[in-house]
């Protein structure tokens, strides 16, 4: 069974400060990983998208790596800013369509 | 373009009612995903319907059981409601035979007293 591990699970940082997140997952047989932004009690926003043969995908100040082979990807966030945080969340989708969701990394960046 | 729309936004109900939550995709999606957030427990995966039939479920009991329409809208049902059904319950839809990127509607806080 598909397993996705997230760290740290909280992080702390002050603004302007690049940073980067962990997302682990345990079987590499993936079509692809998401990245998402969660707000409180919000739904989700989906950042970036990157397929199983894609290595990363950039998206203004983000980027997003993925080494399918260890079963690793990473989200770079460039420059933050208070407005980047949120919880975020990687997730993978499997052949049975379903995405599998890590625990998530809940991101303070303080003014 | 419209997103991904759910209602209610909170539905609060008793031990043993059912509840129906509902859910509306991106015009043109054809796939409805639904998720739980509970607390403490992440997202896991519920029920996937497309063209009308269920095509995959999680790991949930069967008193957890939906549909979608032929406009491609899904309701979720949960029958006789227990208190660790309090969750966020999170709508999803995409183009299955496109775009495998999945948009997520803002969710249906339901809470079980």
Redesign the interface.
């Known amino acids: 069974k598909q397993e996705v591990t997230q760290i740290p699970a909280a992080l702390s940082v002050p603004e302007g400060e690049n940073l980067v997140l962990n997302c682990s997952f345990t079987d590499s047989a993936i079509y692809n990983l998401q990245w998402f932004r969660q707000d409180p009690g919000k739904g989700l926003t989906s950042l970036l998208l990157i397929q199983s043969s894609q290595r990363e995908q950039t998206s203004g100040r983000l980027n997003a790596s993925l080494d399918k082979s260890s079963g690793r990807s990473t989200l770079y966030i460039a420059a933050s800013q208070p407005g980047d945080s949120a919880t975020y969340l990687c997730a993978v989708k499997t052949g049975a369509n379903n995405l599998f969701f890590g625990t998530g990394t809940r991101l303070t960046v303080i003014p | 373009e419209a997103g991904?729309t759910?209602s209610p936004t909170h539905l609060i109900k008793t031990r043993g009612q059912q509840a129906t939550l509902r859910c509306s995709p991106i015009s043109g999606h054809t796939?409805v995903?639904w998720?739980q957030q509970a607390l403490g427990l992440?997202?896991?995966?519920l029920l996937?319907y497309d063209e009308g039939e269920e095509?995959?479920r999680?790991n949930f009991p069967p008193r957890f059981s939906g549909r979608q329409f032929p406009n491609y809208s899904s309701e979720l049902n949960v029958n006789a409601l227990e208190l660790e059904d309090s969750a966020?319950y999170?709508c999803?839809s995409n183009d299955?035979r496109g775009s495998?990127?999945?948009?997520?509607?803002?969710?249906t806080?339901l809470t079980v007293t």
């Open positions: 991904v759910q796939s995903y998720y992440g997202l896991q995966f996937w095509r995959n999680g966020l999170l999803a299955y495998y990127e999945q948009y997520f509607g803002p969710g806080r």
